[in-house]
């Protein structure tokens, strides 16, 4: 009997033995921070993000929710700025005022098939690789190991703005970039000042920026000075136009084009000595890429996909800056609404800029900046017209105008227009000189809704800002612009989707005390999204520009 239990016995301690060998491999890889230690450790990690759950709004509870609001509006009208700015995260949404929160409850978005719905996609992207590491036998790019950044986040169906911060907060405190192939002072310098933004010394007033706008004042205005202090932008010059190096200045993806001008025409951050730098931009158009190479009607886009493909394998190599990091230290900036798909492949690794920037569309915090989009009118003067009504004659509750593209805007003219006439819900409007109407229709209300059209962004979210209307965001899984710094519960509206029915009665519920504060901080947060011919310190170019430091500081690793 002894005999036969003893090959069992054997072969239990070996394999208790090989289960204690890779639990100490593991805790090794985590206390020493080797690569793919995140990875290891994600193997046994269980705690996620649960999904929203869903609900349907009844009549009865709209009632119940809109008197709850009231009540926690008034009780909670209390500036941001008598707080202080010290901890990493002072003036973050968590202590808004509770009706934004409970108004705004996590309930699943409108259901397409109870509605008339037009795909969210304009085109479809039919690829012949598998996935995004496929590349040609010649190419240049070095095969580079996966980013040091765990398991992916989960993120719901519907991602409220409230997860949205959760997801924001966890990928600064665990996403990391690749550890570079071989060391460089750059690298030491950015951890440098990762250091000095969580030390930052506590700021609770400066007379040029408005502390209730911003997640932290302090750390902000240190992360500020030292991207002016230090960060180096190597610009690189290959490439032919129209596709590189041609700014498009005009229309509604305008903001790709004056960054690519103004940064190229830059003297103080970028340098000509691509060792000095931080990071590295990629300069083509988005906008540019679709109107050379799209074949109208072509059911795919895979040649502007090859086109950025064969960009940067020319980049990898002639220069050895991208295979030292994978392209992390890369950025590019990119309005037009196809960009995340047709940089999500060869291009995922880099810092992305992007006007549509969807949670759903692999919209990765802690790496990606979501990009303001503006709509820039006349190249001569970038901003236009400023300021509107006071906010005793803003006669209109809530306005929206603007073609029927996407699934929602027709569910929103379905529930609103010609039906009441606090709420002037349009269509297209017809043209007027300056597009006068527009936006004397924008000077003159409330609340201005920016409701999503084939994807998430809208023009009408920095419209409403440069109008000083509250923008009232219907776009679920949509990420603000410069969701690091801002706290845009502070000057904006978050409303789901699915609450297009109860629009009016959610923003009734909005106290009058409550909307003034809104308003008079939106007229504080403006400077931060206005295009200048020379740009100016904490204007649009600075901001983009500051998102992007700011996410490559907090993600860097050495080797």
């Known amino acids: 009997m002894g005999i036969t239990i003893l090959p069992f016995q054997m072969a239990s301690k070996r394999f208790l033995c090989l289960i204690s060998i890779i639990f100490a491999i593991i805790l090794g890889f985590q206390y020493l921070e080797l690569p793919y230690s995140n990875i290891l450790f994600s193997l046994f990690y269980t705690n996620k ?59 699943t978005k409108v259901n397409p098939d109870n509605t008339t719905t037009v795909s969210s ?28 950044q765990g398991s992916p ?22 996403y990391r970039s690749m550890r570079p192939r071989w060391s460089s002072a750059v690298d030491q310098e950015l951890l440098q000042a990762r250091s000095k933004i969580e030390n930052a010394p506590i700021v609770e007033n400066d007379p040029n920026l408005y502390a209730p706008i911003f997640r932290n004042l302090s750390m902000f205005k240190r992360s500020y000075e030292l991207m002016e202090e230090t960060l180096k932008v190597y610009v690189y010059r290959e490439g032919d136009k129209p ?60 040649n502007l996909i090859q ?134 229709h924008m000077k003159s209300s409330k609340y201005c809704l920016c409701a999503k059209g084939f994807e998430v962004n809208s023009p009408r979210v920095v419209e409403a800002i440069f109008y000083e209307c509250v923008p009232v965001i219907i776009s679920d899984n949509f990420v603000p612009p410069f969701f690091e710094v801002l706290n845009w519960e502070s000057f904006a509206v978050f409303i789901l989707e699915k609450d297009i029915p109860n629009l009016k009665l959610i923003l009734l519920s909005i106290p009058e005390k409550r909307y003034l504060l809104l308003q008079k901080r939106l007229k504080k ?26 996410n490559r500081v907090f993600s860097a690793t050495t080797t």
């Open 49 to 107: 993000i649960p999904a929203s759950e869903s609900s349907t709004l009844q009549d009865e509870h709209v009632l119940d929710v809109a008197n709850k609001t009231r009540m926690s509006g008034e009780e909670n009208i209390t500036s941001n700025s008598e707080q202080k700015s010290g901890s990493p995260y002072a003036n973050s949404p968590e202590i808004a005022p509770a009706y934004l929160n409970s108004a705004l409850s996590p309930i």
């Open 525 to 550: 947060v403006q400077q931060h999204f206005l295009w200048h011919k020379n740009p100016i310190k904490y204007d649009v170019f600075h901001m983009i520009l500051h998102s992007i430091w700011y």
């Open 243 to 302: 596709v590189l190096h041609s700014p498009y200045l005009v229309g509604v993806y305008a903001s790709e084009g004056w960054f690519m001008k103004l940064v190229e025409d830059n003297k103080r951050f970028v340098t000509e000595d691509p060792k000095m730098a931080h990071l590295f931009y990629l300069p083509f158009s988005s906008v540019m890429l679709v109107k050379t190479l799209y074949v109208p009607g072509s059911p795919s886009y895979e």
């Open 153 to 174: 986040l989960p993120v719901p169906e519907v991602t409220t703005i409230s997860e949205m911060n959760e997801l924001l907060l966890r990928s600064h405190a665990s």
């Open 307 to 440: 086109y950025l493909h064969d960009y940067v394998d020319m980049i990898a190599g002639k220069h050895p800056f991208w295979n030292r990091t994978g392209g992390a230290d890369h950025f590019l900036v990119a309005c037009q609404d196809w960009a995340p798909s047709e940089t999500k492949l060869h291009m995922a690794k880099c810092i992305r800029a992007l006007c549509n920037a969807d949670v759903k569309n692999e919209f990765v915090f802690g790496k990606d900046v979501s990009l303001p989009e503006t709509h820039v009118r006349y190249a001569g003067n970038p901003t236009g017209e400023l300021g509107g009504n006071s906010a005793s004659n803003r006669t209109t509750l809530a306005f929206f105008a603007g073609k029927l593209h996407g699934y929602l805007r027709p569910i929103l003219l379905q529930h609103w227009a010609n039906k009441d006439p606090d709420m002037k819900i349009f269509g297209k409007l017809p043209k007027s000189k300056g597009n006068k109407d527009y936006i004397n």
């Open 121 to 148: 996609n304009d085109y479809n992207v039919s690829l012949s690789r598998n996935d995004g590491n496929a590349l040609d036998k010649n190419s240049s790019i070095n095969s580079v190991p996966t980013e040091n």
